[in-house]
């Protein structure tokens, strides 16, 4: 008899089905997997991240294409920069120009005055947008009587942008985080016209200047030493007394000399545009600003003290006395670089020596660019009243 066939209870039989539902041991090993996936996601992230961060960079990308070029307007690409008001500059590798307000935009396109050239711009010339304005030629259409001399650093010679004046406090100024000493040529005029030697300063990293002993920038927990060298030229060359003067990168750095040089008490006042009063919320506020996690910032911060020894505890002006220096704070309320909650803290918690304006509609160290008359009359109407000058 085919058992098979069979009509017995014995010719049926029911195999069991294997289970679908992982082992424990199965679903340790994905989530370990999973999370050594992600530590080294953000662990090359955030390597990638300090990098940004240390590396000294100083090259120009002509990244925007100039179209309908006529006598008067120009019309760019429609970015984050050129729908900014106010005036700025151009760059291409023959030339500079000067643009002023937004005559008209579409959702591509924005078209600008065309104030002034220093070479002939035509239709599809490949232009660097830039903040400072007076680059190359265009530094002569200031009719300063500038000079450029050599400060004694711990590093070696740095250059730095002299021009003299008759008063006995000199201004030092000191730029952002790849910028150079020319930089800050938009805010001599009303300086000079008031008297001021201005004395524009470079550090470690620069382009022209000796590198750091490993390469990197120390947001300020070193470059100090280099601004240090630069009120030691001062006075030794007729200053009595000193305003210093920083933007982004640079008021890191002022704030760190005012803690540690044995010269910070000839300083009379400082002046801060869009500075950078602590590392660590701003980190996360551009780790935020790129789409990436805020743990990607701590991995960036954790790697880049180890790479350098920076203290971001100690870089934290929020954490620091201020003492009685005065001190004159600019910030643009639409800064995507710097965030301004970290200055607005700081003029509150500091609120007995600090004059603050809030700019509008002003991106990072544009406040100056946003309305270039009412920046200088509120400089100049600032240095006047805290200086006592005639």
Not at 6 to 19: D, E, G, I
Not at 69 to 97: C, K, M, R, Y
Request: some cysteine.
């Amino acid at each position: 008899m085919n058992i098979l066939t069979s009509s017995t209870p014995y010719a049926k039989t029911n195999t069991p089905k294997k289970s679908r539902v992982f082992s424990p041991q199965g679903i340790l090993l994905t989530l370990l997997s999973l999370i050594l996936l992600c530590v080294i996601a953000d662990g090359g992230i955030g390597f990638y991240f300090s990098n940004v961060l240390l590396e000294p960079t100083h090259q120009t990308s002509f990244t925007l294409e100039a179209t309908n070029v006529s006598t008067h307007t120009i019309t760019l690409p429609h970015n984050l920069d050129t729908e900014q008001p106010g005036t700025f500059g151009l760059t291409w590798p023959n030339g500079q120009a000067i643009v002023g307000g937004i005559t008209s935009e579409t959702q591509d396109t924005v078209t600008r005055e065309l104030i002034e050239t220093t070479a002939p711009l035509t239709e599809h010339t490949m232009v660097a947008w830039n903040r400072e304005i007076y680059l190359g030629k265009l530094k002569d259409k200031l009719n300063l009587e500038t000079s450029t001399v050599q400060v004694p650093a711990p590093l070696g010679s740095m250059p730095a942008i002299y021009v003299p004046g008759k008063l006995d406090t000199w201004v030092i100024m000191v730029h952002g985080r790849g910028d150079a000493a020319n930089s800050g040529l938009r805010f001599f005029p009303p300086l000079v016209k008031l008297g001021f030697p201005v004395l524009s300063i470079s550090y470690r990293n620069d382009t022209d200047a000796p590198a750091s002993p490993d390469g990197s920038y120390h947001l300020g927990d070193s470059e100090w030493q280099d601004l240090e060298a630069g009120v030691k030229y001062a006075l030794s060359h007729g200053a009595r007394h000193l305003v210093l003067y920083g933007w982004s990168m640079g008021g890191s750095i002022i704030e760190m000399f005012q803690h540690h040089s044995s010269y910070a008490s000839n300083v009379q006042a400082l002046i801060l545009d869009a500075p950078v009063l602590d590392w660590r919320t701003t980190l996360t506020f551009q780790a935020n600003n790129r789409s990436l996690p805020s743990i990607v910032a701590s991995t960036a911060e954790f790697i880049a003290t180890l790479r350098t020894g920076i203290n971001f505890d100690h870089l934290n002006q929020l954490n620091q006395p201020q003492g009685e220096t005065p001190i004159l704070l600019f910030h643009g309320t639409s800064d995507t670089s710097t965030p301004i909650s970290v200055s607005d803290t700081f003029a509150k918690t500091h609120a007995n020596i600090v004059t603050y304006y809030r700019v509008e509609n002003t991106n990072h160290v544009q406040s100056w660019n946003t309305d270039p008359q009412k920046y200088e009359a509120e400089l100049s109407a600032y240095l006047i009243k805290v200086l006592h000058l005639g």
